[in-house]
């Protein structure tokens, strides 16, 4: 009598964490969902579910860990081009919005999946929670040496300021992006120059205070 043999476990496969989130990218495309279980997921790509546990701690862990991603392959393609070398806050800030701006173009399908369908709009925030700790550190260091005030802790209350209404403000583009219709995303291009412009106008002649409380007044009749 033939002996029935245990059925192996899937061979684990070179994997990173751009791989796993690539995977699951596709995944979500194409089954217009997310995984139900790591198991299931790890199942679907071939490769053991314990290895997934090497990068992630969950699918929702590795959901947010999507727009990271995209962040920072933006910081890394400005930092290897060298653009932003010399150039002031203003500038680094353009180049990172553009840069940032093509990424998510080029995944626009993945992005319009994971927040424009999302009903719940406080979901999609949380979604960009660990891209918003990631986009402040970003800025606290481009934005080294803008600020003048003597005092340290008037400096420090100002750079808080700083940094939160650049997340204020990328929330808006992203959300103008979502809905830009023009060809080439044109509008979004012109949408990027003209409000950095007026939020530089807007810092060198208004407390930084007012500007951040005008941007979440926006965003709240964004999400609506």
Known sequence: MATKTK??????????ADKITELYMHYCLENHKKPESVYLFSKAHGFAEKDFYKFFTSIDSLEKRV?????NLAANLISQSGEIDGVGFRDKLL?????????LTA?????VFALKEEKNKLNGILKLKEFRNSFKEYIHEISNGYLKAKSERIRKAQQDALEEGAWIQLLLTLKFWLDDESVGFEKTDLFIEKSIRATFDLIDTTPLESVIDFGKFLIKEKLK
Request: hydrophobic share 50%.
């Open 7 to 16: 059925a192996l476990p899937p061979a684990s496969v070179d994997l990173t």
């Open 107 to 111: 995944n626009r399908s993945y992005v």
């Open 67 to 71: 727009f990271v991603s995209f962040h």
């Open 95 to 103: 180049a990172y919005y553009f840069t940032l701006v093509e990424i």
